[in-house]
């Protein structure tokens, strides 16, 4: 494991499976992964750690072959493999158990997890996560799914920066909001060979990928999960979440006017709060141990 500083928050790889994985490290307290969406990246969260590092041991994630993690060509690009590599992630840093906030297909990535792996997750944080009951953005899918969509994909990181800026702008209700920095988190990682391969091989295998993740959500029902979405979302369709909230009974809905795709960077001083609050409130379990220790002081006459 290396590591350097900037600030309050530390850089590093850690080797999962012979392979580098990059990630930003900040606070103390329980462990909190934040993973980002398609072609995103650790930097997504720029505006989030600092505040949740207040109180938890925050570790934004660099997913596999994409941000600053390394490229292995041909890496099995689906949702449960990729789930069972975040779980070889926290094994390398000693992580029995965290909390987990999540974004867009990153989201999809955190529910096949804690399906699998359900006594290593906490709690769910979801902004507007990729769910198989969403039909917004199939027919591009399908598009990139072809042999011309994929050509085309490849020619997306040459791009002049002012057509990614416009894109990045419409995944905001408000574009006014886009802040500096922002896109660099995007596209920076484009650049890297064997990133496209990877986010295509996560486009061909969408369809397959989102009905093992509607088998998979039965395993969540007892998982407390935390779903924001903005009201303008292009990409995610807020009329999922309903049915998304239905499918997991112990999960709450936060709606946020105006607001679009990426909730945390649009809004990211509501996302912060929501995000603490819903983190700070006791599970039913601890709830009962801390009601039996609060019992067996007062046997015992402590104040």
């Not at 997913?63 to 070889?88: H, I, K, Q, Y």
């Not at 994929?150 to 408000?174: E, H, N, V």
């Not at 500096?180 to 969408?206: K, N």
């Amino acid at each position: 494991m290396t590591r350097k500083e900037s600030g309050q928050i530390t850089e590093g790889f850690v080797v999962v499976g012979g392979v580098k994985v990059h990630y930003q490290r900040a606070g103390s307290g329980r462990p909190l992964l934040l993973l980002h969406g398609l072609v995103g990246s650790a930097k997504n969260w720029r505006l989030n750690i600092d505040f949740l590092s207040q109180d938890s041991d925050v570790y934004a994630i660099d997913l596999f072959n994409m941000g600053e993690s390394e490229r292995v060509p041909g890496l099995d690009a689906g949702l449960e493999a990729t789930a069972d590599r975040l779980a070889a992630y926290m094994d390398s840093l000693d992580l029995d158990e965290a909390d987990i906030a999540a974004h867009s297909h990153g989201g999809a990535v955190a529910m096949m997890f804690a399906a699998r792996h359900p006594d290593r997750v906490r709690r769910l944080i979801l902004f507007a996560p990729a769910n198989p009951f969403c039909d917004l953005g199939h027919q591009l899918i399908r598009f990139y799914q072809t042999r011309f969509g994929m050509w085309f994909a490849r020619q997306i990181p040459s791009l002049p920066r002012m057509l990614k800026a416009t894109a990045l702008s419409r995944m905001y209700g408000d574009p006014s909001r886009v802040s500096v920095g922002a896109l660099e988190g995007y596209i920076e990682g484009l650049h890297i060979p064997g990133t496209m391969d990877h986010v295509l091989q996560i486009v061909q295998r969408w369809f397959v990928d989102m009905g093992l993740l509607r088998s998979a959500l039965e395993h969540l029902v007892a998982k407390p999960t935390l779903l924001i979405w903005g009201d303008r979302d292009r990409a995610v369709g807020l009329s999922s979440a309903q049915e998304l909230q239905r499918m997991l009974p112990q999960s709450s809905l936060m709606v946020l006017p105006g607001v679009g795709h990426i909730a945390f960077e649009e809004m990211p001083e509501i996302c912060n709060a929501a995000m603490r609050d819903w983190l700070s409130k006791p599970l039913a379990s601890e709830a009962r141990v801390t009601s039996a220790v609060i019992r067996i002081r007062l046997r015992l006459k402590i104040v």
